[in-house]
């Protein structure tokens, strides 16, 4: 077995203690059957409106998110001049040029250097990946919600997400990262010094 695959079968029999430890239970067989991913994942891939309010960027601009096999890709506009945002999402790093200042994150995520970067490598990267029960880690009860624990998609962090009654994801949280921020399915997203919303493209 290669270093790779002992380190992920590790990762992957810690899980449910992970779980445990975050106050999950085993998930059930009933939410395993009613699972349905969070219906904004249908704009991806495709044109999206991002609206972004952080202080180092400001606005309204037109996006295209674009999956192939290897990587979830981000594209962002303004109305006037060139490309604002190149971001790509990829099994080994989220890297993007962003008004012309690089970033890169490699995992684990939760150490990554904080910036928008991270976070819209985390959205896109985890529309772009199905909510399956395979990713099911654990649940529990919120209130009058469910709230599972679903393993890292393709933005390369685990994620808390609230069901609605019908199984639809209706939220998801990102606790693990250093920028801590919450997605609805009104697209609207919100975190510590930012707020922001990622929607199919009107126009």
Not at 1 to 30: N, T, Y
Request: with cysteine; aromatic share 4%.
């Amino acid at each position: 077995m290669s270093g790779r695959a002992q380190v992920a079968a590790a990762a992957l029999a810690l899980l449910p203690w992970l779980a445990a430890c975050a106050g999950f239970a085993p998930p059930s067989a009933e939410t395993a059957a009613r699972l349905r991913p969070m219906a904004l994942a249908d704009a991806v891939p495709g044109r999206c409106e991002l609206e972004i309010e952080s202080p180092g960027l400001n606005g309204v601009f037109d996006a295209v998110v674009a999956v192939d096999g290897r990587a979830v890709r981000l594209q962002v506009f303004p109305d006037v001049g060139g490309k604002l945002i190149d971001l790509r999402v990829a099994a080994d790093a989220i890297t993007a040029d962003i008004g012309g200042v690089a970033y890169r994150a490699s995992p684990p995520y939760g150490e990554a250097e904080p910036g928008i970067a991270l976070v819209l490598g985390a959205i896109v990267g985890e529309l772009a990946t199905p909510v399956t029960p395979a990713r099911l880690l654990g649940e529990r009860q919120r209130g009058d919600a469910v709230e599972v624990l679903l393993a890292a998609g393709r933005g390369g962090s685990p994620v808390r997400a609230t069901l609605a009654a019908d199984g639809r994801v209706a939220a998801m949280a990102w606790h693990d990262l250093r920028v801590p921020f919450t997605l609805r399915a009104d697209g609207t997203f919100t975190g510590p010094g930012f707020r922001g919303r990622i929607a199919p493209a009107t126009r």
